[in-house]
């Protein structure tokens, strides 16, 4: 931790300081970490798109079939692909918190592992589910 | 609410009230309680989508209004709408620093959620019941 002026000035330049985020190498765990913030973000947004497919679905044929229409254009499925690899890669990055609060993974090798765990599970399922979705449709 | 020379909370703090209110881990209980839940309830999510995709209004809107599709969607919005409006909560309390910018975008958010949220769940109910 850097140290702050440790007499003068006011209660809070007195407080320790901690390192700034420019500082650091870029590390897997650190990208995962903020990988994990920008998708749920993303997902904040995407229930956007979410309530509109709804409301479409609610109101009628016409409505449904103009959300459909973004939604299958290019544009749409390369939103709709980001939105799954969001939801998947955040849904990963939950279940890596829930080993951390039980008290494991934490150490140096398995962190790393983790965090591989969390980028290749959310990209594996991501893929998986765009397949069976061509073959479904 | 300690007066000692130890504290590090500052005299203004006190004066504004900031420090502990003894609900200082809702948020976090919370958060936990969604994210639980919101394992099962995505992968039912996405399983649901899957046997929407690329079908016609007819045939989405029956597989929609179905008891346990409705249900499951407003399980899983209203598990993921708490869940987003903590998450965005803690992005705006780390980044947004102005006392008045952070009140006002704090405010947004809880606003942004629940007419999303509200949305969802009335086009839900309405395509399982109209």
Not at chain 2, 68 to 73: G, Y
Not at chain 2, 79 to 93: D, Q, S, T
Request: charged residues 15%; proline residues 3%.
């Amino acid at each position: 931790m850097a140290e702050a002026n440790s007499v003068s000035g006011t209660p809070e330049s007195r407080r320790p300081l901690s390192p700034h985020l420019q500082i650091y190498r870029p590390m897997l765990t650190m990208m995962m970490s903020i990988m994990h913030r920008i998708t749920g973000g993303a997902l904040y947004v995407g229930t956007l798109l979410l309530a509109w497919w709804l409301i479409a679905l609610a109101k009628d044929a016409n409505a449904f079939a103009i959300a459909n229409g973004f939604l299958s254009s290019i544009i749409g499925r390369l939103v709709m692909f980001g939105f799954t690899w969001s939801l998947f890669h955040h849904l990963m990055g939950g279940l890596r918190h829930f080993v951390w609060e039980a008290g494991h993974g934490m150490e140096h090798p398995q962190r790393e592992y983790l965090a591989q765990a969390t980028l290749a599970g959310g990209l594996v399922l991501t893929v998986l589910v765009w397949i069976v979705a061509y073959m479904v449709r | 609410m300690s007066n000692n020379a130890n504290s590090i909370r500052t005299p203004l703090a006190r004066v504004r009230h900031l420090g502990s209110a003894r609900s200082g881990t809702r948020d976090i209980w919370w958060m936990r309680v969604t994210s639980v839940a919101l394992v099962p309830l995505t992968l039912g999510f996405v399983w649901l989508v899957l046997s929407v995709v690329g079908k016609d209004y007819k045939a989405a809107r029956d597989i929609m209004s179905g008891v346990l599709p409705s249900l499951l969607m407003l399980l899983f919005i209203g598990a993921g709408v708490y869940h987003m409006k903590l998450g965005m909560k803690v992005i705006i309390e780390d980044y947004v620093h102005g006392e008045h910018s952070k009140t006002w975008t704090l405010l947004l958010n809880e606003f942004f959620c629940y007419a999303v949220g509200l949305a969802c769940i009335y086009a839900v109910l309405r395509i399982g019941f109209v």
